[in-house]
């Protein structure tokens, strides 16, 4: 199946959140949170890319992996207390993406 426009798009926005929030890994503000932090965060990112390289292949488990990242990254933020007008506009672009992406889930390939 040849993939569809919205998912090509998603996969875009998908690939520059993951660009914009690998600095972040790095910065102070996730630093002084703990010594582990961003060692968890950035493996939330890499698998955030990881997910939607699998959604850009047209794999169903690129969309559950994405579900799970996106509640894993919004208990990271109330956690950490990370929580602002990005978490909320961060949140409604995932949610929106996350129905897109289940609304074409059973025209996706099941095997890796």
Known sequence: MKRPQIISV????????VVFSFPQIFSPGIKKLGVLVPALYGTLVALHFISCVGIWFMKQWGVI?????????????????????????????????????????????KNL
């Not at 998603?10 to 959140?17: A, D, E, I, K, V």
């Not at 994405?66 to 949140?91: D, R």
């Open 65 to 109: 992996l994405y579900a799970c990242i996106f509640f894993c990254k919004t208990l990271f933020a109330i956690l950490f207390n990370k929580t602002g007008a990005f978490l909320y506009f961060s949140i409604v672009i995932s949610v929106f993406s996350l129905v897109v992406f289940l609304w074409f889930f059973n025209k996706m390939k």
């Open 10 to 17: 998603l996969c875009y926005l998908g690939f520059l959140s």
